[in-house]
Structures are given as C-alpha cells and as structure tokens.
C-alpha cells in the first residue's frame, strides 16, 4: 500500500495529512472517552490518547506515507519508531501547553482546544518526519562504496 516512488512531496503531504486525521479521530475519541466519559484528569487522557494516536500514525505513514523507501536503504523500523517518537514529543508537548492555555486559560472547552492545539502543532511533525524521521541511513563504508549504491531522493 506504498505510494509509487514517483509521487510528489505534495502528495507525500496530503497523504501524511489524511494519516494525521486518522489519528485525530483516535485521539480525539479516546480523549473524549477518558476524560468526559470516564472522569480521568485532563493530562493523563491526552497524554494516553496521544500516544495511542502517535503509534497510529507511525505505522499508516511507516507503511502508506514513506513506504517508498527501499526497506535495505532505512534504518530499521524500531529506529523510524524511536525518531518518530522523538518528533513528536515535542509536538505532544506543545499540544499539553496549548490545551492548558486554551481550556484553563481561556475557558474554550476541553474537546474544542484539544482538536485546536492538534492542528497547530501538525506542521511541525510533517517537517521533521520527513527530514530527520525517514532519513535513509549513511551507508558505513563511504558513499563511493560499491556496495552502497545512492538512495534516491524524493522527486
């Protein structure tokens, strides 16, 4: 279910944005679960339902979004997990301060800010999934090695 290797960064993007919604709809409907449903504190559903929908969309866009890397060209995948992680963190991180500002601060309510400060904060794991997350591997025996031959570039 890759991409061909011919699509664009801008199908990359709208692509990496429809595997994004689907992680909206899993954070936003665990986080309405736990907190309006079932009374958990305010951090502690959006730290869970972030992570839940973090883990989503590492495997639509491992599979869908960047799949068209050759598999022996990547780092392996619990690296791609790690580095994914890494991005987003501080995108979660964000995410936490936003949703404070907004529903404490502000008195916007809780499922309204949370799909707020989602949204402000996806640019940012799009940029550095794309530079930094999927970045192919330097090969250990130099570039000119026979054996490494060049990883091709996203057109």
């Known amino acids: 279910?890759?991409?061909p290797?011919?699509?664009?960064?801008?199908k990359r993007y709208l692509i990496f944005c429809g595997v994004g919604a689907s992680g909206l709809?899993?954070?936003m409907g665990l986080f309405h679960l736990l907190h309006t449903r079932l009374g958990w504190p305010l951090e502690v559903s959006k730290l869970v339902s972030?992570?839940?929908a973090l883990l989503n969309n590492f495997v639509w866009n491992d599979?869908?979004?960047?799949?068209?890397?050759?598999?022996?060209?990547d780092a392996p995948w619990p690296s791609r997990l790690l580095r994914f992680h890494l991005i987003c963190l501080s995108g979660i991180a964000l995410t936490l301060l936003l949703l404070g500002l907004m529903h404490?601060?502000?008195?916007i309510p809780a499922d309204l800010a949370n799909a707020v400060a989602i949204v402000l904060v996806s640019g940012w794991n799009f940029a550095w999934?794309?530079?930094?997350?999927?970045?192919?591997?330097?090969?250990?025996d130099g570039p000119d090695s026979p054996s490494n031959p060049p990883i091709p570039p996203d057109p």
Request: aromatic share 12%; no cysteine.
């Open 1 to 3: 279910m890759n991409l």
């Open 5 to 10: 290797t011919t699509a664009t960064p801008w």
């Open 25 to 27: 709809l899993v954070d």
């Open 50 to 52: 972030a992570e839940t």
């Open 63 to 73: 599979r869908w979004t960047f799949g068209h890397r050759p598999v022996e060209t």
């Open 104 to 107: 404490r601060g502000a008195g």
């Open 129 to 140: 999934s794309r530079r930094w997350g999927w970045k192919p591997r330097r090969p250990l």
